[in-house]
């Protein structure tokens, strides 16, 4: 088991920016890839980023490409996404990921933590 617990998120205004952490503990070895996902109210939930925990490669949602950065701390076991320039419509809970391979979905997830930009 993976536990994942997400930190960082709060109020912010139209271009400010907020950094997000989640800190894996237990079996970190089934989370070779760690990623952030966010659900608004009312709306499904969508992939924001993801990364290669070995090797650093990235992927973005188009939405957030050149915005939000995703990078980690191997010592600490802690991936952090960096969002800037954020607006309104980043509003949402977001939600710390991992899974084991890219075959799979991601099986373990963080509590959440709260997302609030206001116009």
């Known amino acids: 088991q993976v536990q994942l617990v997400e930190s960082g998120g709060g109020l912010v205004q139209t271009g400010g920016s907020l950094r997000l952490s989640c800190a894996a503990s237990?079996?970190?070895?089934?989370?070779?890839?760690m990623g952030w996902f966010r659900q608004a109210p009312g709306k499904e939930g969508e992939f924001v980023a993801t990364m290669i925990w070995s090797s650093g490669i990235t992927f973005y949602a188009d939405s957030v490409k050149g915005r939000f950065t995703i990078s980690r701390d191997k010592d600490k076991n802690t991936v952090y996404l960096q969002m800037s320039s954020l607006k309104p419509e980043d509003t949402a809970v977001y939600y710390c990921?991992?899974?084991?391979?890219?075959?799979?979905?991601?099986?373990?997830w963080g509590q959440g933590t709260q997302v609030t930009v206001s116009s």
């Open positions: 237990g079996r970190t070895r089934s989370a070779s890839y």
């Open positions: 990921a991992a899974r084991d391979t890219s075959f799979e979905a991601y099986k373990y």
